[in-house]
């Protein structure tokens, strides 16, 4: 029921909360990544309260300016030290019976000082994580910023592996490499830890990068993600150092396989589930299927991993406006591994990739 001509960000998203928010509760929003999606504050401590007619915006006095920023119509701010302490006042003043806490996002220790303070009258309601669900759908706007970070850690990936080489460099070298080259191109941090794995190295899907050199004709996952304007970006490529052998490159056009059957599914109205099933009985029917022990992929916006996810346990349904990964891969323990992630956006018409770099294993020096 969003026909009201809302204009602010802050006052669109709160209405969509809203819509789907039981009438007889106040909502808490604890999660600050949630605080910043619904009311542009970045802060380390902050907490919204949303009921179906006010919301209130609470944080402490180091972020009294930046609040003031963030303060709309329809968004009451309060600035103190005891956030919980204040929000239970809030919820004691609506008069309503219940507060919905959002399932996983309310740490033990917040929810047992809330039993305290609310006392009897007030129900605790594990709730569904409302603002993930609508953090998923993407604006244009937000499109175009997560395009903007995909598009710089390309540029990052071009001038520090394929510009500058990685052949004798340890894998260490070649992430901090392109981790400083992102940074100085723009981006405000990384979106995750980069994984550069090199060989065996290469099979665990998480490996950290060592202080070993890389090798000549081998095959190196690099995995890697720009954060700008607080949107993230992330990619996977598995390049060859020089030529491999046939095994290495018959895994590798069999993953890209696998990602070309899954980013065809990539529509609104399909299933996480059916899109994961593409690229995973085609690996399986090659043989590998004990090799691709992860999920086919994730969500990207404020966060590197948010809903919707594609697996075979999911239970999301794909919609315009979505931003998730395809990152089928093959992991050989104790030989090599080969995974390669695009970020695609779900549109009317199907996958937009944001990704602007080759998927296959050409040689880098
Ligand atoms: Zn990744
Ligand atoms: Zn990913």
Redesign the pocket.
Do not use: A, G, K
């Given at each position: 029921m969003s026909t009201s001509a809302a204009a602010h960000p802050t006052q669109e998203r709160l209405a969509a909360l809203r819509d789907r928010l039981p009438a007889d509760g106040i909502a808490f929003v604890t999660d600050l990544i949630d605080v910043r999606w619904l009311t542009g504050l970045q802060s380390s401590n902050a907490l919204v309260a949303v009921s179906a007619d006010a919301a209130w915006l609470l944080t402490d006095f180091r972020y009294l300016t930046a609040a003031d920023e963030a303060a709309v119509d329809g968004l009451e701010i309060r600035i103190g030290s005891d956030l919980l302490g204040a929000a239970a006042e809030i919820a004691k003043e609506s008069g309503l019976p219940k507060v919905f806490l959002p399932k996983e996002k309310v740490t033990v220790g917040e929810d047992a000082k809330l039993a305290d303070l609310l006392g009897d009258g007030i129900e605790r309601v594990p709730s569904p994580r409302y603002v993930d669900a609508l953090r998923a759908v993407k604006t244009e706007a937000e499109v175009t910023a997560i395009a903007a970070a995909q598009e710089l850690a390309d540029a990052a990936f071009r001038e520090a592996i394929l510009e500058r080489g990685i052949i004798g460099r340890t894998e260490r070298e070649v992430a901090l490499d392109l981790e400083f080259t992102m940074r100085r191109l723009g981006a405000e941090a990384i979106s995750f830890d980069s994984i550069i794995a090199a060989g065996a190295h290469g099979a665990l899907p998480h490996a950290h990068p060592r202080d070993v050199a890389i090798p000549k004709g081998e095959l190196v996952v690099i995995d890697w993600g720009a954060q700008l304007d607080g949107y993230c970006s992330?990619c996977t490529r598995t390049v060859a150092t020089g030529p491999v052998d046939e095994k290495r490159e018959q895994v590798h056009a069999l993953v890209r396989a696998a990602q070309d059957a899954s980013l065809s599914a990539i529509m609104p109205g399909a299933s996480g589930r059916a899109v994961d099933e593409l690229a995973r009985t085609l690996i399986a029917d090659a043989g590998h299927g004990d090799h691709f022990g992860h999920g086919l992929g994730?969500g990207v916006g404020l966060e590197v991993h948010e809903g919707p996810n594609l697996s075979p346990r999911s239970q999301s349904t794909l919609e315009v406006g979505h931003i998730v990964?395809v990152?089928p891969g093959v992991y050989l323990p104790g030989e090599f591994g080969v995974r390669v992630?695009e970020l695609v956006a779900v549109t009317p018409i199907g996958p937009r990739i944001l990704t602007s770099l080759p998927r296959e294993a050409a040689a880098v020096s």
């Open positions: 992330d994730h990964t990152e992630e």
